[in-house]
């Protein structure tokens, strides 16, 4: 055989391994009235635990909320498995990809609330207006008049962001009532509103909020900024997004890469958190690898001379996660791996 036919061939079955994943990853929920919480719970979590799935399922008696990871066929199994119980047909999914399982354990137990904003009277079933990605985009860019609200926490918009969208200065879901009390003041009750999450369960319960509160035309993106970035390429989203799992950080918008926010140690662009290695202070602090050997993985000097810091590992601060070329079309895989 020719060596450079040979070469060829061994490239491209690296290149389809390394397009090719065995696990994914799936988020989704479903407000449906679970009668006996305790007893459902008991039960997935038991079947979950007999196909060893691994995330995070919280229920609830107004329904489900969930992240799972696990091999395509045990996921394709757990969606079979969810949508045949009753009212739970029509549960969506967004599924990514992945390398490996980014959850460490199962956990799947009872909350007062599935999405917790700590507001009585709240049916889902008035929500807003949904907009499919392609209609999202249209508004942006068909110069419509409207306000964007991001819904998201925010150490979340601080990576990534829709451009020109409102990013509340909140640690919480729950404290989302208490910002909107002050911004209506704001934002004219006849405004037209766009609003956003991750993946569209806080906007289930914001949009309600707002139109409770006299806000006419409430519109929110349906399946999130995960469904967005499948479906219309992250187009007008700046930065990466935050994901609750080992991945912490992923891309969203292949033309728009670089970190748009700064290491909290240098100063310099960088978008991976990190927890401070200081065990009694464990803060979540963008933190870029200078930054990291500065202060040995903490989040200040005085972090750094606790007698409670982990050991610091500089190979592993940064783990390698899923390149960021693997998450969009094959042909731009291809011409990212061959660079």
Same mark, same amino acid.
């Given at each position: 055989?020719?060596?450079?036919?040979?070469?060829?061939?061994?490239?491209?079955?690296?290149?389809?391994?390394?397009?090719?994943?065995?696990?994914?990853?799936?988020?989704?929920?479903?407000?449906?009235?679970?009668?006996?919480?305790?007893?459902?719970?008991?039960?997935?979590?038991?079947?979950?635990?007999?196909?060893?799935?691994?995330?995070?399922?919280?229920?609830?008696?107004?329904?489900?909320?969930?992240?799972?990871?696990?091999?395509?066929?045990k996921i394709q199994?757990?969606?079979?498995?969810?949508?045949?119980?009753?009212?739970?047909?029509?549960?969506?999914?967004?599924?990514?990809?992945?390398?490996?399982? &980014?959850?460490?354990?199962?956990?799947?137990?009872?909350?007062?609330?599935?999405?917790?904003?700590?507001?009585?009277?709240?049916?889902?079933?008035?929500?807003?207006?949904?907009?499919?990605?392609?209609?999202?985009?249209?508004?942006?860019?068909?110069?419509?008049?409207?306000?964007?609200?991001?819904?998201?926490?925010?150490?979340?918009?601080?990576?990534?962001?829709?451009?020109?969208?409102?990013?509340?200065?909140?640690?919480?879901?729950?404290?989302?009532?208490?910002?909107?009390?002050?911004?209506?003041?704001?934002? &004219?009750?006849?405004?037209?509103?766009?609003?956003?999450?991750?993946?569209?369960?806080?906007?289930?319960?914001?949009?309600?909020?707002?139109?409770?509160?006299?806000?006419?035309?409430?519109?929110?993106?349906?399946?999130?900024?995960?469904?967005?970035?499948?479906?219309?390429?992250?187009?007008?989203?700046?930065?990466?997004?935050?994901?609750?799992?080992?991945?912490?950080?992923? &891309?969203?918008?292949?033309?728009?890469?670089?970190?748009?926010?700064?290491?909290?140690?240098?100063?310099?662009?960088?978008?991976?958190?990190?927890?401070?290695?200081?065990?009694?202070?464990?803060?979540?602090?963008?933190?870029?690898?200078?930054?990291?050997?500065?202060?040995?993985?903490?989040?200040?000097?005085?972090?750094?001379?606790?007698?409670?810091?982990? &050991?610091?590992?500089?190979?592993?601060?940064?783990?390698?996660?899923?390149k960021w070329y693997?998450?969009?079309?094959?042909?731009?895989?291809?011409?990212?791996?061959?660079?």
């Amino acid at each position: 055989m020719n060596s450079q036919i040979g070469k060829r061939i061994v490239f491209k079955k690296r290149l389809k391994r390394s397009i090719e994943f065995m696990y994914e990853v799936i988020l989704y929920y479903n407000f449906h009235p679970i009668e006996e919480p305790e007893i459902f719970c008991k039960t997935h979590k038991k079947w979950l635990k007999e196909e060893n799935l691994k995330g995070r399922v919280y229920i609830s008696s107004e329904g489900i909320n969930g992240t799972l990871g696990g091999t395509r066929e045990k996921i394709q199994k757990y969606r079979e498995f969810l949508w045949g119980i009753d009212g739970f047909a029509d549960t969506e999914f967004k599924t990514d990809e992945y390398e490996t399982v &980014p959850f460490a354990k199962l956990i799947c137990k009872v909350r007062q609330e599935i999405v917790a904003i700590h507001y009585d009277g709240l049916n889902t079933k008035d929500g807003g207006h949904y907009l499919a990605p392609k209609q999202w985009r249209n508004v942006i860019e068909n110069g419509e008049d409207y306000v964007m609200i991001d819904v998201r926490n925010n150490y979340e918009s601080k990576v990534g962001h829709f451009e020109g969208a409102i990013k509340p200065d909140v640690e919480n879901f729950f404290d989302f009532p208490g910002w909107l009390d002050e911004a209506e003041k704001e934002i &004219p009750k006849d405004k037209k509103v766009l609003m956003y999450c991750t993946g569209g369960i806080r906007c289930e319960k914001f949009s309600v909020l707002m139109k409770q509160k006299g806000w006419e035309d409430v519109n929110q993106l349906h399946g999130g900024i995960l469904k967005y970035a499948k479906e219309e390429g992250g187009k007008h989203f700046k930065g990466k997004c935050f994901v609750f799992d080992d991945r912490l950080v992923v &891309p969203v918008n292949k033309e728009t890469l670089e970190p748009i926010a700064q290491c909290e140690i240098t100063g310099k662009p960088a978008d991976s958190y990190i927890n401070c290695a200081n065990m009694e202070c464990n803060k979540l602090f963008i933190c870029s690898e200078e930054g990291a050997q500065i202060l040995e993985g903490c989040c200040s000097e005085e972090c750094r001379q606790s007698d409670f810091k982990r &050991p610091f590992d500089a190979e592993n601060a940064f783990r390698p996660f899923r390149k960021w070329y693997n998450y969009f079309d094959d042909s731009f895989k291809q011409r990212e791996l061959q660079k």
